[in-house]
């Protein structure tokens, strides 16, 4: 079975420009996370989202919105980027709300 | 403070050391307890899960949780060099958030 997979796997924005990265889940899985990993540090909860409403956010700007779509996968928009935005983006899926989440490769932004 | 520590090392071993990593915390509402593997460049794999205290072994790992002292651990019997990685923990509350806290990762030098 596939796992998370996420597009696109590299990409080069300028600052004040848009990004939207997509997730599509695990089979069977409802629940969608988003994390942001700065280099040398670990994950830092963005969003999760459950059967498509959002059921969590963490401490990010409103700059950073996502949303779910009805067969589960997912995307992040990111308005106004800056230089501080460049990071490993991460998505994460579980069955249900709470379970377990397993990582997809991760979506690279570099924001120039 | 961090609600969650971690050394970020490295840490360099022999081939088939024992490897103990640690992590301590302090939330003591935490209850979900997980390390993940990360090798450079690549997604966060779920390696062990633990709820509440107590040992969990699978393979050559064991993860150990000691919730009177707020301290995880994750030992690796017989290393390898496939196993040098960046070892992240991760841990959240039983309820009312769907938010896992890392910690910054611990890199991993097995030397052959």
């Known amino acids: 079975d596939a796992g998370v997979t996420q597009s696109p796997t590299h990409l080069i924005k300028t600052r004040g420009q848009h990004v939207t990265l997509r997730c599509s889940p695990i089979s069977g899985h409802k629940s969608v996370s988003w994390y942001q990993q700065v280099l040398g540090q670990g994950p830092q909860f963005i969003f999760q989202y459950y059967e498509k409403e959002e059921r969590g956010r963490g401490n990010f700007p409103d700059r950073f919105s996502a949303r779910q779509f009805p067969n589960y996968s997912s995307e992040l928009n990111v308005n106004a980027l800056l230089l501080g935005d460049s990071a490993l983006y991460l998505c994460?899926?579980?069955?249900?709300?709470?379970?377990?989440?397993?990582f997809g490769e991760g979506s690279w932004l570099t924001v120039v | 403070q961090k609600e969650v520590e971690q050394d970020p090392g490295p840490l360099s071993v022999p081939e088939g050391a024992i490897v103990s990593l640690n992590c301590t915390y302090s939330?003591?509402?935490?209850?979900?307890f997980m390390w993940y593997r990360q090798y450079s460049r690549k997604g966060p794999e779920l390696l062990m899960y633990t709820y509440s205290s107590g040992n969990k072994e699978d393979g050559r790992f064991t993860a150990q949780v000691d919730k009177s002292s707020k301290y995880i651990s994750l030992f690796i019997r017989d290393s390898q060099p496939s196993d040098s990685a960046t070892y992240l923990c991760a841990m959240r509350r039983t309820s009312g958030t769907y938010k896992y806290i890392f910690g910054t990762g611990t890199r991993l030098k097995v030397l052959a």
């Open positions: 939330n003591s509402a935490f209850q979900y």
């Open positions: 994460a899926s579980s069955r249900q709300g709470e379970d377990t989440i397993y």
